[in-house]
Nanobody, 121 residues
Framework: QVQLGESGGGLVQAGGSLRLSCAASGPTVSTYFIGWFRQAPGKEREFVAAIGRNSFTYSADSAKGRFTISRDNAKNTVFLQMNSLKPEDTAVYYC???????????????WGQGTLVTVST
């Protein structure tokens, strides 16, 4: 069973950048699909990006061109680099692991506790 912990959230102005980290304990992140999701107040949790075992990445349209997911196997950590942030990116960001690729929250088995990202105007 993998345990996940997010960090790197905070307050940033619109147009700024943040890098979120998802540190894993237990099995290495290279053996799982790791996804990033976000949930804004009053909204459903939505898919942001994911990285597969072979480092294949896929992302939501809202993230393409601005967010990049990557993995450091030596650190057993997955990153989400977020650039050109917008106020609508404000949400709690979660990382999660799955045994197969997916873009729905139900596809993922283990979740971190989340990290809050707030983008101000």
């Amino acid at each position: 069973q993998v345990q996940l912990g997010e960090s790197g959230g905070g307050l940033v102005q619109a147009g700024g950048s943040l890098r979120l980290s998802c540190a894993a304990s237990g099995p290495t992140v290279s053996t799982y699909f790791i996804g990033w999701f976000r949930q804004a107040p009053g909204k459903e949790r939505e898919f942001v990006a994911a990285i597969g075992r072979n480092s294949f990445t896929y992302s939501a349209d809202s993230a393409k061109g601005r967010f990049t997911i990557s993995r450091d196997n030596a650190k057993n950590t997955v990153f989400l680099q977020m650039n050109s942030l917008k106020p609508e990116d404000t949400a709690v960001y979660y990382c999660a692991s799955a045994s197969r690729p997916g873009v729905a929250a139900v596809d993922y088995d283990y979740w971190g506790q989340g990290t809050l990202v707030t983008v101000s105007t």
